[in-house]
């Protein structure tokens, strides 16, 4: 081996992943007839122990899986880009599954139906005011959409750690039972123009004041088109856990398990 090889040989090996460079995703401002179809699928399974004083006075299993399928157009934008106004089609919104032996359907109310969305209201196509039960899910839809298309802020270098705050909708809106999200992401880097994060979440809460504590520890990839910042696909999932009692006086409820989500979305 002569001087010279040598030297540059040391030379690459001193430097060269250290040198990979920094990614910034951008944002494309929205235009009306913007067409985005999201496609989410959950899936649990929990193993449930009811007990009091140390005896079991109930177990067994409980399975769920989920289904949301939406579109939304945008039909109105503000001055600087941003949608004002979206046109939202629950093609399909439910979850099924069994309950200690008990098999259970919940078709949500806006199954099936269209709205118009903006930030502070949700009404029928028609402008009138939804029914009760549908306005909290109709209106919610304006959140799932900003987290399709994320403000990813700042630069990333491939195999770099992050506080997973930078990506807003991490863990999509519905979840939220939980209250404590933490976590990072590492950015794996960039093929075929797509951003991928490998994220690591420890998420927790409770579904009610008094209900039992769930936490759930979540990994997965979640992946972004580094022009617009939009999602492409996520999926993450990782081993549940739940306990707690109503009231000193109530029966322990404990729990272990899976959760998994998935989301994928094709437009504008």
Sequence with gaps: MSVRFAVVAAMLLATPMAQAKKVSFGTVPATVGQHYVLEEAMHMELK????????????????MEGVKNLTFDVTAIDGDGNPSELRVVFTEHADHGTMMGQQSSDVKPVS??????????????E????????????????????????????AYKPGKSYDASVIHGLLPSQNDDFTD?????????????????????????????NGPRIQIDIVGTASYDVTTGQLQSMNLGGPLKMEGQ???DSPLISGTGQFGISRKVTGP
Excluded at 48 to 63: A, I, P
Excluded at 127 to 151: N, T, V
Aim: hydrophobic share 40%; aromatic share 6%.
């Design 127 to 154: 402008g009138a005011a939804p029914p009760a039960e549908e306005i909290g899910l109709a209106g919610r839809s304006w959140d799932i959409f900003h987290e399709l298309r994320p403000h990813i802020e700042g």
């Design 246 to 248: 109503e009231g000193p």
């Design 48 to 63: 449930m122990v009811v007990s009091m004083e140390g005896k079991t006075l109930k177990e067994g299993d409980v399975s």
């Design 181 to 209: 999200v933490s976590g990072t992401v590492v950015f794996q880097g960039v093929e075929q123009g797509i951003g991928v994060f490998e994220v690591v979440l420890v998420a927790s809460g409770q579904k009610e004041a």
């Design 112 to 125: 099936g139906k269209t709205y118009l969305v903006t930030e502070s209201a949700a009404t029928t196509e």
